[in-house]
């Protein structure tokens, strides 16, 4: 079981996607969700990597041993919210119900107009985010996409939402274009939106504790927030079934200011915070996890061996912050 996520195939690939949107477009969201059952069969049939993640990813959330219908329903829960990317890309919001939390402080945020740089994770959907336009919308929002990664989610995302694919920044740029991208959005007032929870082996990463061992996690997020010094706020979008989406949104800092001679303690501080805060969520909605790699590591004998801050220079921040995450700069200042 890999815990290069890189590696593994795009899940469903560009024939899947195109005809789950087309039949989504053309038959409604009810045929699309009936493609949902024989998606969900060929993954537990034919992706065995992902089949052995799952199983291990649930045994620990659930506390048991996971069995084959639990690991049935979590690549389901994966699948339904594919299905919905749809819809919400398409502008069609008011086909979902949203529960939202912790709007009052994120407004407070965003009317300081400085910026912030939301931090999302592959528990739930991030999608379900766009919701934020209907709340505001003179706000500008900037994903940051790993458009090489995800070949069929940006030819989707072009088909359906032009105006959004233009104001993607691609992960795939060298690491100063990128993190000078995310500091000219911030500089307009923009919300940028990252994933942060995904490591890439062999780049900067810390340990936290995450569901009983530890598990490596992208340092770059965290001192590209120290280099802008504007907000970041955790964002968990969680699917509840049917229609109903929990979308959270918590302030994590109002700008962090980190001191080179502190920069170490700093860092994992952030890190096992952050990883606190995946957890409780993961334990909330056990299925909306959709990592279906090795996480953990459990493998890879240099991350076990590692067990202090692989970067103690903003200058040495590289990496990657997962698929759909940024790429950041070997030289960041």
């Known amino acids: ?113 400085e910026g912030i740089l939301l931090f999302g994770s592959h528990l739930g959907s991030f999608d379900v985010l766009r919701v934020l336009a209907c709340e505001r919308p003179d706000l500008k929002v900037r994903v940051v996409l790993d458009k090489a990664h995800n070949p069929a989610m940006t030819q989707l995302l072009d088909a359906l939402n032009p105006g959004i694919a233009s104001t993607v920044i691609d992960a795939g740029q060298d690491g100063p274009s990128i993190v000078l991208a995310i500091k000219q959005a911030t500089e307009e007032g923009a919300l940028v939106a990252l994933l942060v929870d995904r490591a890439r082996p062999g780049a900067p990463a810390l340990p936290a504790p995450l569901l009983g061992a530890d598990a490596p996690f992208p340092t770059a997020p965290w001192l590209i927030a120290a280099v802008l010094k504007v907000p970041v706020v955790l964002a968990f979008g969680l699917y509840r079934g049917g229609r109903r989406y929990d979308l959270a949104f918590e302030v994590f800092s109002e700008g962090l200011s980190i001191e080179r001679r502190d920069r170490s303690r700093h860092l994992v501080g952030l890190v096992q915070g952050y990883a606190r805060r995946l957890q409780h969520h993961a334990r909330r909605a056990p299925y909306n996890w959709f990592n279906f790699y090795d996480f953990w590591h459990a493998d890879d004998k240099d991350f076990q061996a590692r067990r202090r801050p692989a970067a103690s220079d903003l200058r040495d921040a590289a990496g990657a912050a997962g698929a759909d995450g940024p790429a950041v700069a070997r030289r960041a200042s």
């Open 1 to 113: 079981m890999s815990s290069d996520w890189k590696k593994r195939p795009e899940g469903g690939g560009r024939f899947a996607l195109w005809l789950i949107r087309t039949i989504a477009r053309r038959g409604g969201r009810s045929a699309g969700r009936a493609l949902l059952y024989p998606i969900t069969a060929y993954f537990l049939l034919v992706r065995g990597p992902e089949r052995a993640a799952s199983r291990a990813y649930l045994s620990r959330v659930l506390a048991r041993p996971a069995r084959l219908r639990d690991v049935a329903r979590h690549i389901h829960t994966f699948a339904a919210t594919i299905l919905d990317r749809v819809f919400m890309l398409g502008g069609e919001m008011t086909r979902f119900e949203v529960e939202m939390s912790g709007l009052g402080p994120l407004h407070e945020q965003i009317d300081r107009g």
